[in-house]
């Protein structure tokens, strides 16, 4: 049973910096595209960020300049780092594991912005 679990959301203030985490309970994670994508409230989930198996990032406009994706192989883990967050990045941020026809979500962990 694959697990992706998610600590690392929060409340902070508007400007402030977070990063978030998702460890994967996947053998050879390396072979894995892996992504954030997360939901406000009222709102589609949306993809925030992307890093595939051979380590090509790409991010949504929205968080372009502000947000950087990474991952660590061998600790089986993604990072969103996050920084000048806004009140509109306020949402339930969700990792997400895909390999063909095979995705795995983590259970989605809450980030708050606000003063």
């Known amino acids: 049973q694959v697990q992706l679990v998610e600590p690392g959301g929060g409340l902070v203030q508007p400007g402030g910096s977070l990063r978030l985490s998702c460890a994967a309970s996947i053998p050879i994670l390396s072979l894995y595209d892996m992504g954030w994508y997360r939901q406000a409230s009222g709102k589609q989930r949306e993809l925030v960020a992307l890093?595939?198996?051979?380590?090509?990032?790409n991010y949504a406009d929205a968080v372009k300049g502000r947000f950087t994706i990474s991952r660590d192989n061998a600790k089986r883990t993604v990072y969103l780092r996050m920084t000048n967050l806004e009140s509109q990045d306020t949402a339930v941020y969700y990792c997400?594991?895909?390999?063909?026809?095979?995705?795995?979500w983590g259970q989605g962990t809450q980030v708050t912005v606000s003063s």
């Open positions: 997400k594991a895909g390999r063909g026809n095979y995705n795995y």
């Open positions: 890093i595939t198996a051979d380590s090509n990032t």
